[in-house]
């Protein structure tokens, strides 16, 4: 039995050469896609964005289960509480002036696979089978990053900015 991820996703993806594998290093969770920030905005955002670091704790994270989005990408569950702290990313994006992205629930995941354009492709059996062999693991998010992409299907990612979650929220705010 696969143990990690990375296991499952080899032992799965052999078989299926024309799917788009995400490199593990690239692998992210999205808590609000904020689309074009406009460089006048950004310091705001920053500074908006590390008040809500200041105000929420590590969070208490785990990959559990694997699912899809429609027949396009294969993904792997993020479960624990990242609600409260999308909620909040999302409304200092507001208040700096840029577009908060949008109101779906947050659906916290890994993508693991892409399905080219023109291209078709049943991820149901997929899903089972990471289902199946995969483990669940756990691991304790430290961190918020606020992350710039540039490019299509194999976006390049920037680190734009990085701040601890403290769980304290700073003096006279």
């Known amino acids: 039995m696969a143990t990690t991820v990375s296991e499952a996703t080899a032992a799965v993806g052999a078989g299926v050469p024309r799917l788009r594998w995400t490199d593990p290093s690239r692998w992210h969770v999205t808590l609000a896609f904020l689309g074009p920030v406009e460089p006048g905005t950004r310091p705001a955002l920053a500074e908006r964005l590390g008040r809500v670091a200041h105000r929420h704790g590590p ?13 396009r990408v294969l993904w792997v569950r993020v479960a624990g509480d990242l609600g409260p702290l999308a909620a909040g990313v999302r409304r ?65 990612y920037s680190v734009e900015g990085e701040w601890d979650l403290s769980g304290s929220s700073p003096a006279g705010r």
């Open 59 to 71: 969070a208490e994270l785990r990959l559990d289960g694997a699912g899809r989005f429609g027949h």
């Open 92 to 156: 200092a994006a507001v208040r700096a002036g840029a577009d908060g992205g949008d109101d779906r629930p947050l659906r916290a995941h890994l993508t693991l696979a892409r399905v080219p354009e023109g291209t078709a492709a049943d991820l149901r059996p997929l899903v089972r089978a990471l289902g199946e062999i995969m483990k669940p693991s756990a691991w304790t998010a430290r961190t918020l990053t606020l992350m710039s992409s540039v490019g299509g299907p194999s976006p390049v």
